[in-house]
């Protein structure tokens, strides 16, 4: 028995210095001080990026351009709200934040919890997400972030975090040479996705009330951008206009209209509605550019 609780010690007390270890080597700078798209500390950023995979797949790209990118795949405006609360306190104070508000992001098939499981790790107060956790799912949530052995993405947080460290350049996939009957089938296809209904969605719209009135209220510049897609994408999806652009500027919200940047640069693109790196590289330089033009 003796030699039984002392292997499970032994056992607890191994396992305690690698998860630290790793948490204060990798998921720390990884998830809280640089996330896992940027090379630097936040507060070295004067602008942060918040989107769902139209800005995740532009990764560390604009970097280069001083952009800090908070974007995660399938991001609702729930997670942005709850990023934007806990990056916006780490940047200098005259940061601007970078929100995209493109049509698909007010369907209603971006409603549920999104990625709360994942943000949550930026979340204190658990008032922020009651309705989608009892507090006792959140508490234990937060600890098991912390605990990075017991996290179902370790390998992909490691290396992508890696590939930053070594300033491994990705592969820029590009649909340069993809045919026009190809690009519109995948553009159709992608809209039956994502506009199954018509209707607007209230909880995102609700949503980016709440990220509007924490920017106004805390002084911090807001600007909503509409990301660049290809040609064939965009005949289809203008017929889904929720009217955001004019409910934005009607708050008094700068809004960057950059949909059509591209439309004659297929080789910026990994498909009909996301751009590749080197897509990235070109559109962060002129999303800061158009941002200080509108401020003259």
Same mark, same amino acid.
């Given at each position: 028995?003796?030699?039984?609780?002392?292997?499970?010690?032994?056992?607890?007390?191994?396992?305690?210095? &690698?998860?630290?270890?790793?948490? +204060? *080597?990798?998921?720390?700078?990884?998830?809280?001080?640089?996330?896992?798209?940027?090379?630097?500390?936040?507060?070295?950023?004067?602008?942060?990026?918040? *989107?769902?995979?139209?800005?995740? +797949?532009?990764?560390?790209?604009?970097? !280069?351009?001083?952009?800090?990118?908070?974007?995660?795949?399938?991001?609702?405006?729930?997670? *942005?709200?709850?990023?934007?609360?806990?990056?916006?306190?780490?940047?200098?104070?005259?940061?601007?934040?970078?929100?995209?508000?493109?049509?698909?992001?007010?369907?209603?098939?971006?409603?549920?919890?999104?990625?709360?499981?994942?943000?949550?790790?930026?979340?204190?107060?658990?008032?922020?997400?009651?309705?989608?956790? !009892?507090?006792?799912?959140?508490?234990?949530?937060?600890?098991?972030?912390?605990?990075?052995?017991?996290?179902?993405?370790?390998?992909?947080?490691?290396?992508? %975090?890696? *590939?930053?460290?070594?300033?491994?350049?990705?592969?820029?996939?590009?649909?340069?040479? !993809?045919?026009?009957?190809?690009?519109?089938?995948?553009? !159709?296809?992608?809209?039956?996705?994502?506009? @199954?209904?018509?209707? @607007?969605?209230? @909880?995102?719209?609700?949503?980016?009330?709440? &990220?509007?009135? %924490?920017?106004?209220?805390?002084? &911090?510049?807001?600007?909503?951008?509409?990301?660049?897609?290809?040609?064939?994408?965009?005949?289809?999806?203008?017929? %889904?206009?929720?009217?955001?652009?004019?409910?934005?500027?009607?708050?008094?919200?700068?809004?960057?209209?950059?949909?059509?940047?591209?439309?004659?640069?297929?080789?910026?693109?990994?498909?009909?509605?996301?751009?590749?790196?080197?897509?990235?590289?070109?559109?962060?330089? &002129?999303?800061?550019?158009?941002?200080?033009?509108?401020?003259?």
């Amino acid at each position: 028995m003796k030699q039984f609780l002392k292997n499970i010690f032994y056992f607890s007390l191994l396992f305690l210095i &690698i998860n630290v270890t790793v948490f +204060y *080597s990798v998921f720390k700078p990884a998830l809280f001080e640089k996330y896992i798209y940027n090379a630097q500390n936040i507060s070295s950023y004067d602008y942060l990026l918040v *989107s769902d995979s139209h800005g995740a +797949y532009l990764k560390n790209s604009v970097n !280069s351009n001083g952009i800090f990118n908070a974007s995660f795949i399938s991001d609702n405006y729930h997670d *942005s709200f709850l990023k934007i609360k806990y990056f916006s306190k780490k940047m200098p104070e005259n940061a601007t934040v970078f929100l995209s508000v493109d049509n698909h992001q007010f369907a209603e098939y971006r409603d549920g919890p999104g990625n709360i499981d994942k943000t949550n790790i930026y979340v204190k107060d658990f008032k922020s997400i009651e309705k989608v956790y !009892s507090k006792k799912e959140f508490y234990i949530n937060k600890c098991t972030k912390r605990l990075p052995i017991l996290n179902p993405e370790f390998n992909a947080i490691v290396e992508e %975090y890696v *590939s930053i460290k070594t300033n491994k350049v990705p592969e820029s996939v590009s649909i340069k040479k !993809s045919l026009k009957k190809d690009l519109i089938r995948a553009a !159709s296809d992608r809209i039956k996705y994502q506009f @199954q209904k018509r209707e @607007q969605s209230k @909880q995102q719209l609700s949503d980016l009330y709440k &990220i509007i009135d %924490y920017c106004v209220e805390n002084n &911090i510049k807001l600007v909503c951008v509409k990301f660049p897609v290809t040609e064939e994408y965009w005949n289809l999806v203008k017929n %889904y206009d929720y009217g955001i652009v004019e409910l934005l500027k009607e708050k008094d919200i700068e809004v960057l209209d950059l949909h059509d940047l591209f439309f004659n640069k297929n080789n910026y693109f990994r498909d009909q509605d996301h751009m590749n790196f080197n897509g990235g590289l070109e559109f962060s330089k &002129i999303l800061i550019e158009s941002s200080k033009d509108n401020l003259k």
